[in-house]
């Protein structure tokens, strides 16, 4: 479009008088402004008209402190900054070049001059006017809806952790009841000096497993909340050392349960940089895991296995497995996948969420793959 406000007054009012058109251009600048430059801002007074000859502006309105929204991206033959001169108030938006921008300005005298003597073109401008709060209303009719929509969204997540809290509270609650119980009722008995000598040995023996139960519930929780305060100290780990070490320690549990520990450990792994104490803390998990859902005994599978630029240790049971739909939650805190049917298990769901952010704190990922009834496999990769 040519540089001439003659033309750029024809092209934005098509039936404004000759008269007026030249009247107008007798008192227009023709500017030429490049990218980035504000034309108009938000909350001044300010006393210029403006149509866009060639490139192109952004009409922006801030909704917060870090958030505007753009309203329009007025080009050739368009025109803004009228609302503020014809009500004589402060911009409702700002106005910015968004590329090398040719423009006519116009003062507010000369303007409002030949508004008040042209109907034709008062009657243009509500009409561009009408037509730009319409397009505002939508535009803000569309944000809200799509804040409804997160804000329903960001609710519903909330309700759910809270319910997984209350939960899990309840779960903690009824999992230390148990054990205190049996404590308490034991030493109430042995204090109470009603009992043989000989029943003693097999009294306190059962408190201590009972206290030994306390102890590992209340050391996971304080294990999970330290993971995400503590920094882990890394140093150069055989994998292998660390999965034994963890399999010797959980075998006699294996053993009640009924279950045989069989490990298989490739030849020439490299290490890896890791911190052994957490790291055997999510394999024991795996495996507690692993024992806790076979039921009915059988054999667990520990691989050890080095692939590409990863080591990795796969853990596989024979047991009642996940349905599908709870393989994406068993590793959220708070959150235990739902037993088959007449099936019963402790714990409180906290040994699979914590073998997770140890992983990823090792830059590494857990996988799981299960079927319901056959069993499911668990497998740590950690990068060499």
């Known amino acids: 479009m040519d540089a001439d406000p003659a033309a750029a007054l024809r092209l934005a009012f098509p039936d404004l008088p000759e008269e007026d058109v030249q009247e107008l251009t007798a008192v227009a600048r023709t500017k030429v402004y490049p990218a980035g430059v504000f034309l108009c801002h938000e909350g001044r007074v300010e006393d210029t008209f403006y149509i866009v000859v060639s ?7 801030q909704i917060d402190e870090e958030t505007a929204r753009v309203l329009a ?8 900054g009228e609302i503020a001169i014809v009500q004589q108030s402060p911009r409702t938006a700002s106005v910015r070049t968004t590329e090398l921008t040719t423009v006519v300005e116009i003062d507010r005298q000369a303007l409002e001059t030949v508004l008040y003597r042209s109907p034709r073109m008062a009657l243009q401008m509500i009409r561009q006017v009408t037509s730009r709060l319409r397009d505002a209303d939508q535009k803000a009719i569309s944000d809200l809806r799509k804040k409804n929509v997160e804000l329903a969204r960001a609710y519903a997540e909330l309700e759910e952790q809270q319910r997984l809290r209350s939960e899990f509270l309840t779960t903690v609650a009824h999992e230390l009841r148990t054990p205190l119980t049996a404590v ?12 043989r000598a000989e029943q003693q040995a097999e009294m306190l023996e059962t408190v201590g497993r009972n206290v030994d139960t306390i102890v590992h519930l209340v050391n996971s929780i304080l294990f999970l909340q330290e993971l995400e305060l503590i920094a882990p100290q890394f140093e150069p780990v055989a994998l292998t050392d660390v999965v034994l070490h963890a399999v010797h320690g959980i075998q006699e549990q294996a053993a009640k349960a009924g279950v045989r520990l069989q490990v298989q450990v490739g030849s020439a792994l490299p290490k890896v940089q890791a911190d052994p104490t957490g790291l055997e803390r999510a394999i024991v998990a795996l495996l507690d895991n692993a024992i806790k859902f076979s039921p009915d005994g059988g054999e667990v599978r ?20 996940i349905a599908p739909e709870d393989l994406e939650r068993i590793f959220e805190p708070f959150t235990r996948a739902r037993p088959p049917e007449g099936r019963l298990f402790g714990g409180v769901g906290l ?34």
């Open 351 to 384: 040994g699979l969420p914590i073998a997770r952010q140890v992983v990823e704190r090792h830059h590494g990922r857990i996988e799981v793959q299960s079927t319901l009834g056959q069993g499911s496999t668990f497998t740590i990769l950690l990068p060499v």
């Open 73 to 80: 991206r007025p080009g050739p033959g368009e025109f803004f």
């Open 302 to 321: 520990v691989e050890v296995f080095a692939e590409e630029r990863w080591v990795g240790v796969r853990v596989s049971d024979p047991g009642v497995g």
């Open 184 to 195: 308490s009722g034991y030493l109430h008995l042995l204090r109470s000096g009603i009992v």
């Open 55 to 61: 490139g192109r502006a952004e009409v922006s309105k």
